[in-house]
C-alpha cells in the first residue's frame, strides 16, 4: 500500500503546481509533541515516522528510514473538509528513486491529483478519500482511520476502488498505566492481496506489522511487535484454511488433457498428445492416438491449448498465506523462498502439508547475515563464525533446503560456513558478501549466485566491489555498459562457472525495474495485467528506477542493462545452469522468462528455466519438474502456444498441483485480480 514519497505546505497553497525536490534540510521540523512510529523490521531499526497537528489545523508527517541503502526522507501536510476527507494533500522530499513530490487538491467540485508516476482529476460529487502514491506514514494512518470512522467500515477512494476492514483479532499491549486493548484489521480493496493494520480501541493507528519487510508501531511497544506479528499471522491463517478447503479437493478419479500440445521430457513441445494423471501422479503421456483414456476419467479437450509443467519461481519471498492464491493462478506450483522470517516459513509449510493452506511447494533456504546499518531485514544475523556455523545446523534441523548469504556475512566466515553446509548437504547461494568478487566466493563454497548483479561484479571496480547497501548495484548501473563478456576477467569466471556448475539467478526483472524504467512506466512485467489489479496497487508498479547520478543518463543505464541481459545469454550459451525467479509478485515471471528468449535462449530453454531446472538444482527433478510418466501431476494449461510465444504462458486456464485440478479465474479472483491478463 505504500510506497516512498514526500511532501511541502507552500505546494498546499498553490495546488498542482510542480514543487523542487525539496532537500531533507528544507522538510519539516517535528515539534517535540509529534507522535513517533518506530520503523523495524525483525533485525533492526530503520527509522522513525511521526505525525503532528500544525496550529492551523493542518495534519503533518515526517518520515526518515534507510533499509540497506535504500533512503527515504520525506514530509506531508494535509487538510480534511467538511465531509472528514482530504480536500489538500502535499508530499514532498526524495527517495533512492527520485523526487518524492505528489499533490492532491479539491477545487469546485473536481478532484485533481499528481505524483512522480501519474496526474489526473475526477469529479467530486460524495464523499471519497484519496489514497496517497507514496509520502510519510501519517497520510496512510489517516486514510485508516477515517476508514475505521466510515459506516459499515467502507470507503470509496479516489483515484478510484472502494476500501472495506473486518476485525481480525485482538491483544493487549503494553503494562501498568500504558497497557491497552489493539484491534487487528484486515483492510481489502486497497492491494490485491489483504493488508493487516493494528488500530487501538479509539479507532487512532497502532501499528502495521509486515513480517517481509518493514513495520511500523507506535513508538515504545517495539518490543510487542514479535508477539503482534504471530497474532496477526494466526487470525489470517484461520482465513486461509477456508480457502484452502475450497480447492484443495482431490479429484475424483483420473483426469485427461487430450489432443493438447505439451512440454514434454522438460526439453520439447510435442503436438497431439494426451496426458493422462491419476492419484496425483502423471500415468500415461503419448500421441493422441496410442493412448488408451480410462472410462472414468475427466476429459479436458486440449485444442488450441498447451500443457507445461507447473511454474517455478526460483526466486520468491513468500510474503504471506494471500501469496499462495496469487502464484497459482500465474501457474507457479513450486517456489524456493530465499529468505524469510523463519518461524513463518516453518508454519506455512506445516499447514499446507495438512491441508490448510493453499501454497505453492515452497523449498525454503535459510538467510544468514552480518550486523552492520545494511544487515537483511529477514532472516538470522551471525556475530562470529561459531554462530554462523550453528545457525546452518539450526537450517538443517528445521529442515531447510539451502543457506543465503547476505552482503553484510563477514567474508572470513564464508569457507568455514558453506563446508559445514555442505557437509549437511545444504545447498549455498546468496548475495556477494561486502568486499568480495563472485569468483572468491565460488572458491570459498558458493553454489549459486543471486542476481545477475554479483555476477558482473568480477568486471567492477574495486570502488564498486568494496561498496556497501545500494551502491554496489549502482555501481553495476554505471560500468556494466562497458565490460567485455569474453575478455578477462569475465572470461575466466565464466570457464569456472562451468567447471563448477555454479548455478544463476539472475533476476533480470530486478535489473530492468532499476535501470530501464522511467517514474510513470508500467514495466512489460505488469503491462499486461493492466487493468485487472487496483488502481492503488497498479500505481506502485508504475514507480520508476534508480535516480540517474549527474553525469550519466538513463540511457547509459539502459545500455548497462542490455549488457546484463547479454550476460545471461552468454552464461546460458556456456553451460551455467539458469533459474528462473523474480524476487517481486510473480507476475514478473514470464517477463523474467521473455528476457531470456531475448538474450538467445529458445521458448523450450527458457521454459526448462522454471521447470526442469530449479528442478533439479534443488534435487527434486525426480518428483517433478516435467512431463513424465511416474512424476506428480505439477501442470499448467495455458491457452494459445508458448513455443511461438512464451507471453502465452500468461494466459492460465487450468492449474493442476498434486493432481488437485484448479480454475485459474477462480484462482485470479481469490488472488486480487478482476480477470485474465492481456495479450
Known amino acids: 500500500m505504500r510506497k516512498v514519497t514526500s511532501l511541502v505546505s507552500l505546494c498546499l497553497i498553490i495546488p498542482l503546481l510542480a514543487c523542487a525536490q525539496?532537500?531533507?534540510g528544507g522538510l519539516a521540523v517535528p515539534p517535540p509533541t509529534a507522535q513517533r512510529f518506530a520503523v523495524v523490521s525483525a533485525t533492526a531499526r530503520h527509522g522513525t515516522s511521526m505525525r503532528w497537528t500544525a496550529s492551523d489545523g493542518t495534519k503533518m508527517g515526517r518520515e526518515s528510514t534507510?533499509?540497506?541503502?535504500?533512503?527515504?526522507?520525506?514530509?506531508?501536510?494535509?487538510?480534511?473538509?467538511?465531509?472528514?476527507?482530504?480536500?489538500?494533500?502535499?508530499v514532498r522530499g526524495h527517495t533512492s528513486f527520485g523526487d518524492a513530490a505528489e499533490t492532491f487538491a479539491i477545487n469546485n467540485g473536481m478532484a485533481s491529483w499528481k505524483s512522480v508516476v501519474d496526474a489526473g482529476s475526477a469529479a467530486y460529487h460524495s464523499p471519497a478519500e484519496y489514497l496517497n502514491y507514496g509520502g510519510p506514514f501519517d497520510l496512510q494512518a489517516d486514510f485508516i482511520e477515517t476508514l475505521l470512522a466510515s459506516p459499515h467500515q467502507s470507503l470509496a477512494m479516489l483515484p478510484s476502488g472502494q476500501a472495506h476492514a473486518e476485525v481480525l483479532t485482538s491483544a493487549f499491549v503494553g503494562e501498568g498505566a500504558s497497557r491497552k486493548k489493539v484491534t487487528a484489521y484486515v483492510v481489502t480493496g486497497v492491494s490485491n492481496t489483504p493488508l493487516a493494520i493494528w488500530a487501538d480501541e479509539s479507532g487512532k493507528m497502532f501499528a502495521q506489522i509486515d513480517s517481509l519487510s518493514l513495520s511500523y508501531i507506535l513508538e515504545g511497544f517495539e518490543s510487542v511487535v514479535p508477539m503482534l506479528q504471530k497474532a496477526q499471522s494466526d487470525a489470517l491463517a484461520l482465513r486461509s484454511r477456508d480457502i484452502a478447503q475450497k480447492f484443495l479437493k482431490k479429484s475424483a478419479g483420473p483426469v485427461a488433457f487430450v489432443n493438447v500440445r505439451a512440454f514434454v521430457d522438460g526439453k520439447r513441445f510435442v503436438d497431439g498428445q494426451t496426458v493422462v494423471v491419476d492419484h496425483g501422479l502423471i500415468t500415461q503421456v503419448g500421441a493422441a492416438g496410442t493412448i488408451s483414456v480410462p472410462k472414468d476419467a475427466y476429459v479436458i479437450d486440449g485444442a488450441g491449448k498447451t500443457l507445461v509443467p507447473g511454474l517455478w519461481d526460483a526466486h520468491q519471498h513468500i510474503v504471506g498465506d494471500a501469496t499462495g492464491?496469487?502464484?497459482?493462478?500465474?501457474?507457479?506450483?513450486?517456489?524456493?523462498?530465499?529468505?524469510?522470517?523463519?518461524?513463518?516459513?516453518?508454519?506455512?509449510?506445516?499447514?499446507?502439508?495438512?491441508?490448510?493452506?493453499?501454497?505453492?511447494?515452497?523449498?525454503?533456504?535459510?538467510?544468514?547475515?552480518?550486523?552492520?546499518?545494511y544487515t537483511a531485514q529477514v532472516g538470522s544475523v551471525a556475530t562470529s563464525q561459531d554462530q554462523a556455523i550453528a545457525l546452518v545446523r539450526q537450517a538443517k534441523a528445521d529442515g531447510f533446503d539451502a543457506i543465503k548469504i547476505y552482503g553484510s556475512f563477514n567474508p572470513a566466515w564464508l569457507r568455514a560456513t558453506t563446508a559445514e553446509a555442505h557437509r549437511l548437504d545444504l545447498h549455498v547461494h546468496g548475495h556477494l558478501p561486502f568486499g568480495m568478487r563472485p569468483a572468491q566466493a565460488i572458491a570459498d563454497g558458493y553454489d549459486e549466485i543471486t542476481h545477475i548483479f554479483y555476477v558482473i561484479m568480477q568486471a567492477m571496480p574495486d570502488s564498486v566491489v568494496s561498496a556497501t547497501g545500494l551502491t554496489r548495484v549502482e555501481g553495476t548501473a554505471r560500468y556494466s555498459k562497458d565490460v567485455d563478456l569474453h575478455a578477462e576477467p569475465m572470461k575466466s569466471l565464466i570457464t569456472t562457472m562451468v567447471q563448477r556448475k555454479t548455478a544463476v539467478d539472475p533476476t533480470l526483472v530486478v535489473a530492468e525495474a532499476f535501470f530501464v524504467q522511467e517514474n510513470g512506466d508500467l514495466s512489460p512485467a505488469y503491462a499486461s495485467f493492466a487493468g485487472t489489479l487496483p488502481v492503488s496497487f497498479?500505481?506502485?508498479?508504475?514507480?520508476?528506477?534508480?535516480?540517474?547520478?549527474?553525469?550519466?543518463?538513463?540511457?547509459?543505464?539502459?545500455?548497462?542493462?542490455?549488457?546484463?541481459?547479454?550476460?545471461?545469454?552468454?552464461?546460458h550459451k556456456a553451460g551455467v545452469p539458469i533459474v528462473a525467479g523474480t524476487d517481486g509478485y510473480g507476475m514478473e515471471l514470464v517477463r523474467e522468462l521473455e528476457l531470456y528468449v531475448g538474450a538467445g535462449f529458445t521458448t523450450a530453454e527458457a521454459l526448462a528455466s522454471a521447470t526442469i531446472v530449479p528442478a533439479h538444482l534443488v534435487g527434486a527433478d525426480k518428483r517433478t519438474g516435467s512431463i513424465e510418466v511416474g512424476k506428480a501431476a505439477d501442470l499448467l494449461l495455458v491457452n494459445g502456444n508458448p513455443q511461438v510465444n512464451i507471453g502465452e504462458l500468461r494466459h492460465t486456464n487450468l492449474v493442476m498441483m498434486d493432481g488437485v485440478l484448479m480454475d485459474a479465474n477462480a484462482l485470479r479472483a481469490v488472488g486480487g485480480f478482476s480477470g485474465m491478463p492481456a495479450d
Open 22 to 24: 525539496t532537500p531533507t
Open 66 to 90: 534507510l533499509l540497506r541503502g535504500l533512503v527515504n526522507e520525506t514530509d506531508s501536510a494535509s487538510h480534511a473538509s467538511n465531509d472528514g476527507m482530504f480536500d489538500r494533500v502535499t
Open 325 to 373: 492464491p496469487v502464484l497459482l493462478s500465474l501457474g507457479i506450483t513450486s517456489v524456493r523462498d530465499p529468505g524469510n522470517v523463519n518461524p513463518l516459513t516453518l508454519s506455512r509449510a506445516k499447514r499446507r502439508a495438512e491441508g490448510e493452506l493453499l501454497s505453492p511447494r515452497v523449498y525454503p533456504s535459510s538467510l544468514i547475515d552480518g550486523k552492520s546499518p
Open 538 to 571: 497498479e500505481r506502485g508498479l508504475r514507480q520508476g528506477g534508480l535516480a540517474v547520478p549527474a553525469g550519466l543518463t538513463r540511457a547509459d543505464y539502459r545500455a548497462s542493462f542490455a549488457k546484463l541481459q547479454s550476460l545471461v545469454g552468454v552464461l
